[in-house]
C-alpha cells in the first residue's frame, strides 16, 4: 500500500511517497489555489492508501499561521482519502541538512528541498506503523 507525504509551504509543496519500505521524495509543486487538486490527482494516480500531512507547528506546540494553511489543505484532501496530520518540527531543516551531507548546495535545492521534508514526514510515519502505532493525528483531533 503506497502512502503519500505532504510539506505544506508557503510558496511550494513537497511531495513523498512510499513504495512498500521505502521513502522517496516524489515532487515539489507550486503552493497555489489549485495544489489541493494536484495533489488528489497525484494520489489518485499513485493509487495511495493514506496520506501524511505536515504540522507546522511552533517550537512550542502551538499553532501558527502556517498550521492553519497545512490543516486547511489537509481537509480539502481529507474529503476523498484518509489523512493524518504529522508534527513536523525541524523537518525542513533536517532535510537541509541531509542535502549538504549528501553534497548538494542548498541554495540551488530549495525545490527538493520541500520533497525531502515531505519525505522525512513519511519515514516516520511508517516507522511509527512498523510498531503498529498510527503516527500523527486525524484532522477532526486538531485543537485549532
Known amino acids: 500500500m503506497r502512502k503519500l507525504a505532504v510539506d505544506v509551504g508557503q510558496s511550494r509543496i513537497g511531495l513523498a511517497i512510499s ?3 521505502l521513502v522517496l521524495p516524489l515532487e515539489v ?3 497555489s489555489d489549485s ?3 494536484e495533489v488528489l490527482e497525484i494520489a489518485r494516480g499513485r493509487q495511495v492508501s493514506a ?3 505536515g504540522l507546522p507547528l511552533a517550537l512550542s506546540g ?3 499561521q502556517s498550521t492553519s494553511k497545512a490543516v ?3 481537509r480539502q484532501l481529507g474529503e476523498e482519502f484518509a489523512v493524518r496530520m504529522i508534527d513536523e518540527r525541524l523537518t525542513t531543516k533536517s532535510a537541509q541538512l541531509r542535502l549538504r551531507e549528501g553534497g548538494k548546495d542548498s541554495r540551488k535545492s530549495r525545490g527538493i528541498v520541500d520533497a525531502q521534508a515531505a519525505a522525512l514526514i ?3 510515519a511508517l516507522q511509527s506503523e512498523r510498531h503498529e502505532q498510527l503516527a500523527g493525528k486525524p484532522i477532526g483531533d486538531l485543537d485549532d
Do not use: C, D, K, N
Request: net charge negative; no cysteine; hydrophobic share 50%.
Open 19 to 21: 513504495e512498500g519500505s
Open 29 to 31: 509543486i507550486p503552493a
Open 35 to 37: 495544489a489541493a487538486s
Open 51 to 53: 496520506i501524511y500531512v
Open 62 to 64: 502551538s499553532f501558527t
Open 72 to 74: 486547511e489543505f489537509a
Open 122 to 124: 513519511l519515514e516516520f
